[in-house]
């Protein structure tokens, strides 16, 4: 670890979920930010190895900042075999980056909808949360739901709530360079 490098004071714990859009836009923003102050990111991506999506090309030129998927492609409506060792790996992997105090902010991306989907358990992930080294900052988002444990434990919590969409609206799919 680089103890020349600025770091915070103290690290907390974010949440974002709800079925409103901008969750993890809000996680990436807040990466952004923190790059931009000399610190380091590192983003996990639960279910999402997608490598189509915007934000993974725009990551990879941000210095500081990394990003690791795990996932199927497409998006499930069941898991398989497949997504549960994916979800194995991909929390082995956070608490391995998490562990190694090397990063300022950790990112869990989609871990809520891991969860609730039962591809990973919520008792882990409050380890990780109660765990933590004291200057990591973690940020978890999620689906429409978060386990009330993790928003019990975390520091700050914010649900993104739809009021008007234009997929409902007026039909307008997830579009290219906006939602992916």
């Not at 969750?23 to 610190?39: D, E």
């Not at 490598?51 to 210095?63: C, P, Q, V």
């Not at 956070?94 to 902010?105: F, G, L, R």
């Not at 928003?151 to 914010?158: G, I, N, P, R, S």
């Amino acid at each position: 670890m680089d103890t020349t490098r600025k770091r915070l004071k103290k690290g907390l714990v974010q949440v974002y979920f709800g079925r409103g859009k901008g969750k993890t836009t809000a996680a990436i923003g807040q990466g952004v930010r923190a790059t931009g102050h000399g610190f380091k990111v590192y983003m996990i991506q639960f279910m999402k190895g997608n490598y189509k999506y915007g934000e993974i090309e725009a990551i990879k030129s941000i210095h500081n900042f990394d990003l690791k998927q795990f996932g199927s492609p497409e998006l499930i409506a069941e898991p398989g075999e497949y997504d549960l060792e994916e979800g194995k790996k991909a929390l082995d992997y956070a608490k391995e980056i998490i562990m190694s105090d090397e990063y300022d902010i950790v990112i869990l991306d989609e871990v809520g909808v891991a969860t609730s989907m039962d591809v990973i358990s919520v008792e882990p992930v409050l380890e990780l949360i109660k765990n933590k080294p004291d200057k990591v900052e973690l940020i978890l988002t999620g689906g429409p739901k978060m386990h009330p444990k993790i928003k019990e434990a975390a520091d700050l919590v914010t649900e993104m709530r739809m009021i008007k969409h234009y997929y409902s609206s007026k039909g307008i799919s997830a579009r290219y360079g906006i939602e992916y």
